[in-house]
């Protein structure tokens, strides 16, 4: 695709449901990043994938978060059991090269009621 | 902590005005990238400037670092409207290329 999409764009669940939030990042990018946004509020990383090396996971806020990232391409954020706290828009963001520019998606907006 | 922090978090100029902006971060760092946000959606890239650099322009943008008091500086020479956004600095902490944003300036043009 011409840039990053993530799926859905939206998302409403019920406190202690199960969520999956879906990033496709642009083909041939090795890196990949989420990172999760409150109202108003500064970007917080969450994870970073880059090409085969193990996943830095050091930004999940609890074990409730994991995150895949299959055949080097899509990426999958679980948030299991969510709490309204976990409310916020998670973006994704890829990039050609280690260090480079992201390019990111337009997010999904998760609301826990 | 936060690595990144810009000033002011809320910045309101006239259109034609210069706006600048400041982020400082706390470690050593490969680059600095510069981001744009509309809406509260996704963010667009800005510019890069790496380590070894100490200014960088790209349009009406023009960046500077200095890592002797690791900050950085964004300059939007003849603000307009379009412009109205908030604006992110992104640094790797201790070169791990684990990118941290910073809280952001809030950006309004007025026309």
């Known amino acids: 695709g011409a840039g990053v999409s993530q799926s859905p764009s939206n998302k409403v669940t019920e406190k202690g449901k199960d969520v999956e939030l879906r990033c496709d990042p642009i083909?041939?990018?090795?890196?990949l990043y989420w990172y999760r946004q409150s109202l108003g509020q500064g970007l917080e990383f969450l994870i970073y994938f880059q090409g085969n090396s193990a996943p830095d996971k050091s930004g999940l806020p609890s074990d409730r978060f994991s995150a895949e990232r299959t055949g080097g391409s899509v990426s999958t954020l679980t948030i299991q059991r969510t709490q309204q706290e976990d409310s916020a828009v998670y973006l994704c963001?890829?990039?050609?090269?280690?260090?480079?520019?992201?390019?990111f998606g337009p997010g999904t907006r998760l609301t826990v009621l | 902590s936060q690595q990144g922090e810009e000033d002011p978090q809320a910045l309101s100029i006239q259109e034609g005005e210069n706006a600048t902006m400041n982020c400082s971060y706390k470690t050593s760092i490969n680059n600095l990238q510069w981001y744009r946000q509309n809406s509260g959606r996704g963010l667009v890239h800005l510019i890069l400037?790496?380590?070894?650099?100490r200014e960088k322009h790209s349009g009406r943008l023009r960046v500077t670092l200095d890592t002797s008091k690791k900050s950085s500086s964004l300059l939007i020479t003849a603000s307009r409207a379009a412009d109205t956004a908030s604006y992110f600095c992104?640094?790797?902490?201790?070169?791990?290329?684990?990118?941290?944003f910073g809280t952001g300036t809030r950006l309004k043009v007025l026309a």
């Open positions: 992104a640094t790797d902490a201790s070169g791990t290329y684990k990118y941290i």
């Open positions: 400037i790496r380590s070894n650099e």
């Open positions: 963001a890829s990039s050609l090269l280690t260090g480079g520019m992201k390019f």
């Open positions: 083909s041939g990018h090795t890196a």
